[in-house]
């Protein structure tokens, strides 16, 4: 059957991507540090502060752990490890909040292959959240920084996600193009079966009729 694009979500409000407003608490704690002149670690080293909404359970600790040591590679595991749990249940502030911060530690660990990886996971989570239109601009920095290093398989998910955002958006031409490099890609690289097959579905079947097309189901 050939592809079909993915009805946006109309009527479906955009997600709010940045940091919910702090608490009383929180902005009256933070005040304080301030007139102490404490400064939170992570902030010393560019990254904000970890907000209190995501601090609890066994990943944060391991995640606050590593970074405190200035553990790059760890503490980008265990964001990563946190951001596909909330994933799973569609809590898309702290699934993107989380991506993020793995994205950033990756990129400091110098570990190419794990950041690029982690842009396509937004990418993939802001699809999956009505959120196609800022989705393109983390598949488009995973497809070029997967290039670079020469991994095709996570060039052609990337670019299989790209194509399923234009989709989304109603840009079927660039969709299925994107699509279509999406299957060389993956077949090059000997991907599952089944991530070759979803790009071929996304790309559609066509054939000629005399000087035009027809889409076959």
């Known amino acids: 059957m050939g592809a079909r694009s993915h009805p946006h979500p109309h009527g479906r409000p955009r997600p709010s991507w940045g940091e919910p407003r702090p608490t ?24 904000p502060e970890l907000p209190l909404a ?6 944060a600790a391991s995640y606050l752990a ?14 990563s490890r946190a951001a596909e749990e909330a994933i799973a249940t569609g809590a898309w ?3 993107d909040a989380w ?22 996971r937004i990418g993939d989570l802001r699809v999956a959240a009505g959120d196609a239109e800022s989705a393109r601009r983390y598949y488009a920095e995973a497809i070029d920084e997967a290039r670079d290093l020469g991994a095709e398989h996570e060039q052609g998910l990337a670019a299989h996600g790209l194509g399923r955002a234009h989709l989304d958006l109603g840009d079927v031409t660039v969709g299925r193009r994107l699509a279509a490099a999406a299957v060389d890609l993956l077949e090059r690289s000997g991907a599952p079966r089944a991530e070759v097959e979803a790009a071929r579905a996304l790309r559609g079947i066509e054939r000629a009729v005399g000087e035009q097309t027809e889409e076959v189901d």
Do not use: M, S, Y
């Open 24 to 47: 009383l608490a929180a902005r009256l704690l933070r005040r304080g540090r301030e007139l102490l002149g404490v400064r939170p670690a992570a902030e010393r080293t560019g990254l």
């Open 54 to 59: 995501l601090r609890r359970g066994d990943l």
């Open 66 to 79: 590593a970074e405190h040591d200035g553990d790059h590679a760890r503490a980008g595991a265990a964001a």
């Open 93 to 95: 502030w702290p699934a």
């Open 99 to 120: 991506a993020h911060r793995a994205l950033w530690h990756f990129e400091r660990a110098e570990l190419g292959l794990q950041a690029t990886r982690q842009a396509r």
